[in-house]
């Protein structure tokens, strides 16, 4: 974990002596309680210390040894869960610092899930013991090739036999191939396949099925399907770690037993009965995953920040015209307002994410008892935050690769291969813009309901305030008056409730709605993006109303909040202009009390990215050590890779030797 052993020095000692607040209460505000610091410590380093989990050379490895090393690790993580007998909270923090992406995810992430919330009792009854023991490792097969984003075009079939009680699933075309499902390529021995159920010559849409794909026996294709894997993906590691496969079917027959059958039934006759629930439950499984996600972009974006903030503490360039030190690279105003509202973003994200699965848990609740009214609610709010913090997260951590320099590109500095890995993140579970479209129809619609005196409810409420909304005026004269989030709170709401209605109106001067829907979709997605901020900065807020124990915790969260929350002031800030809910010189007033935060927050910056009590092994960073001892670290790290292995290279004899031989009898013509 940290450095710190005896005769180690911690070359940031400096930088946490200058923090005003205590670290140790700021790591429970940040995990959630101190039950989840110390489960999360324990499982760190049981990670850390066990040398089958070592990811050092992970970007060196060729995808085969890659997949074979994930396989292993994999393996390896279950025979602990088991020989520890640990909790179900401690087995998936486990598998997070074993941190190397692979068909657990899915299995864990979407398979289970999927059977949970579509299949009967009876049908989880016998499918989810087999999967809590890995006796059948599953996956997740919706996308195909033609189609990802719209579920309803997907073209695989399962057409119901009433001879033999059974569903005959096929792939007619090429396109309808299931292509990207991760753990397909290779491990997964059943899936649960999204396709068109077809019975009595009707297609009744898309549906769930489970189906086997490989032998118990001999982990071997079943007859009639065709699998492997899609190929090498984007970066060095990263995601190569993952068999996202190809899936095709000639003709395979299931038992009808074998459809997810919770939401609507085949009978043996080949009825088909469609529960009195809405059809949307089916995307169940996606908007479980997608507020998972949100929790995922906190932990993504907090490794970036902790890796640019602890190396740009370290990191010295120029120094005074006078003479003396070298300024440390943290120290520039420029380093600071690229840095620190991605700092700030982190926690946004983690306390919308801990807020997220509580909305999450209680939608559940509802629908169990029939209760579907917070459906949308729950779509629009997993849809848009998975959106806009994936979004902000992969872009956050390409900026951190920035603020290290040149350094920051090295695999070495841990970030290239955390933006590869992350960055797909963009278009899973939904593509952003696809997302956020959602988003912008539902907010559409709200505001048509205005004028019939609708209330809207839940994270919309506030746009029935729209009387006052629409015309009150940002009362900020100073520069600390950003500091009252009263009034951050208003102009937030007020942008966001204006540009919707300003998009609507609009929408509603074309010739049809469809078509100005259509023609305004670049504003839609603008409209989403306001509404979903309005969302976050909304929850810090609340976040830092509660009572927060700890000596300084509670300032340092609000400098937080304020931070992120003028920082989108000022980056949006034509927003705010154009929809008139602020003057040009408030919003120079709002960047005045930026620098200010920023100064604040100067000195607690490492401290804050201590905060997240990430293990060295985590982080996989030589720019981020615990202890900032970052260049022999670096130097040492170079010599590890194939290339040194030898000092004259492979290549030498065949293509360097002529070469120069050549270029030397040339010269002495
Ligand atoms: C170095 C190491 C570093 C490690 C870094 C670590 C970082 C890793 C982080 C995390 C790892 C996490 C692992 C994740 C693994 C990812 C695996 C990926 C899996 C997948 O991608 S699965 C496939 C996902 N596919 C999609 O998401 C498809 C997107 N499309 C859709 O969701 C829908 O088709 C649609 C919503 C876009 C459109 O649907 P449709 O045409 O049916 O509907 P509409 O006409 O638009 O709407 C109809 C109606 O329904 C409502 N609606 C739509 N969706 C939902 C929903 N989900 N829930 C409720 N209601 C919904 C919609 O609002 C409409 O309502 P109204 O009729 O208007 O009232
Ligand atoms: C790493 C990774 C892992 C994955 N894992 C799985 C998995 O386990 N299981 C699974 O089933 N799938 C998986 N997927 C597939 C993933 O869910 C889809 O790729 C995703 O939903 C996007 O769909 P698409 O590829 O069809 O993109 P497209 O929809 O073809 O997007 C292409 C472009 O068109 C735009 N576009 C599309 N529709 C619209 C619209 N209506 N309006 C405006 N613009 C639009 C998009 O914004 C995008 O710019 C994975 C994908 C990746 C990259």
Redesign the pocket.
């Known amino acids: 974990m940290e450095a710190g052993g005896a005769g180690e020095v911690d070359h940031l000692a400096g930088e946490r002596a200058t923090a005003q607040f205590d670290v140790d209460h700021m790591k429970v505000a940040w995990a959630g309680s101190r039950h989840a610091v110390d489960v999360a410590d324990r499982m760190a380093r049981l990670v850390a210390s066990d040398p089958v989990f070592r990811k050092d050379n992970r970007t060196m490895l060729p995808r085969k040894e890659l997949f074979k090393d994930t396989l292993r690790k994999a393996a390896h993580a279950w025979k602990r869960i088991v020989e520890l007998r640990l909790t179900e909270e401690e087995a998936n923090l486990l598998r997070l610092y074993v941190d190397q992406p692979g068909y657990v995810d899915?299995h864990w992430g979407?398979f289970v899930p999927a059977i949970k919330g579509q299949g009967t009792e009876e049908q989880q009854k016998k499918w989810l013991p087999l999967a809590y023991k890995f006796q059948i490792i599953g996956?997740?097969?919706?996308?195909e090739l033609g189609?990802?984003?719209?579920v309803q075009g997907l073209e695989t079939t399962a057409t119901f036999d009433p001879k033999t009680d059974e569903f005959v699933m096929h792939s007619p075309t090429l396109t309808s191939s299931?292509?990207?499902?991760?753990?397909?390529g290779k491990a997964s021995t059943h899936a649960v396949v999204?396709a068109r159920l077809i019975t009595e010559g009707k297609d009744y849409g898309i549906h769930g099925f489970i189906v086997q794909l490989r032998s118990l026996e001999d982990h071997s294709p079943l007859p009639g399907v065709t699998l492997g894997d899609i190929g090498g993906?984007f970066g060095s590691g990263a995601?190569n770690s993952?068999d996202?496969g190809v899936l095709r079917f000639d003709h395979v027959r299931i038992p009808r037993d074998q459809m997810l059958m919770r939401l609507s039934q085949v009978t043996k006759e080949g009825k088909y009965v469609h529960s009195n629930v809405p059809k949307q439950l089916l995307y169940g499984t996606m908007v479980f995953v997608r507020q998972t996600i949100v929790a995922d972009a906190s932990k993504a974006l907090s490794r970036a920040t902790c890796i640019a903030v602890r190396y740009s503490a370290m990191r010295k360039q120029f120094g005074p015209q006078t003479g003396g030190p070298e300024t440390q690279v943290l120290n520039y105003k420029t380093q600071q307002s690229r840095l620190f509202p991605l700092l700030a973003s982190a926690y946004a994200f983690r306390f919308v994410g801990e807020w997220l699965k509580w909305l999450y848990t209680d939608v559940t609740h509802k629908l169990e008892a029939k209760d579907f009214s917070t459906l949308q609610e729950a779509h629009a709010c997993t849809a848009g935050l998975k959106a806009v913090t994936t979004s902000a997260t992969a872009d956050g951590i390409e900026e951190c690769r920035k603020l290290c320099g040149g350094h920051g590109y090295l695999n070495s500095s841990g970030l290239p291969e955390l933006f590869a890995t992350y960055v797909?993140a963009c278009?899973?579970?939904?593509?952003?813009?696809?997302l956020l479209?959602q988003v912008a129809r539902i907010l559409m619609k709200t505001v048509s309901q205005l004028a019939s005196g609708k209330q809207p409810v839940g994270t919309m409420a506030y746009m029935g305030n729209v009387q006052y909304l629409m015309q009150c005026k940002c009362g900020v004269n100073t520069a600390e008056d950003w500091l009252s989030p009263a009034a951050i709170r208003e102009v937030f709401e007020a942008r966001a409730l204006r540009m919707a209605v300003n998009c609507a109106q609009n929408i509603n001067r074309a010739p049809s709605q469809e078509e100005g829907l259509y023609e305004l979709?670049p504003d839609l997605l603008e409209v989403a993006v306001a509404h979903i901020q309005l969302i976050i900065v909304t929850k810090f807020i609340e976040k830092v109303e509660q009572d927060i124990p700890g000596e300084g915790v509670k300032e340092q969260l609000r400098n937080l909040c304020n931070v992120y929350a003028l920082y989108l002031v000022h980056k949006h800030l034509g927003d705010f202009l154009s929809t008139g809910c602020m003057t040009a010189r408030q919003g120079a007033l709002a960047n005045q009390q930026l620098g200010k935060l920023y100064a604040q927050l100067r000195p607690n910056a490492v401290a804050l990215v201590d905060a997240f009590n990430y293990t060295d092994h985590y982080l996989g960073s030589v720019l981020g050590r615990y202890d900032g001892n970052v260049y022999p670290a670096l130097y040492d790290e170079a010599w590890k890779d194939p290339l040194n292995d030898s000092p004259v290279p492979d290549g030498y004899r065949e293509h360097l030797r002529p070469l120069l031989k050549q270029q030397l009898k040339l010269s002495r013509l």
């Open positions: 899915l979407m996956c997740y097969a919706q996308t189609h990802g984003s719209n299931k292509w990207w499902p991760g753990g397909l999204y993906k995601y993952m996202n797909p278009t899973y579970e939904g593509d952003n813009v696809v479209l979709s």
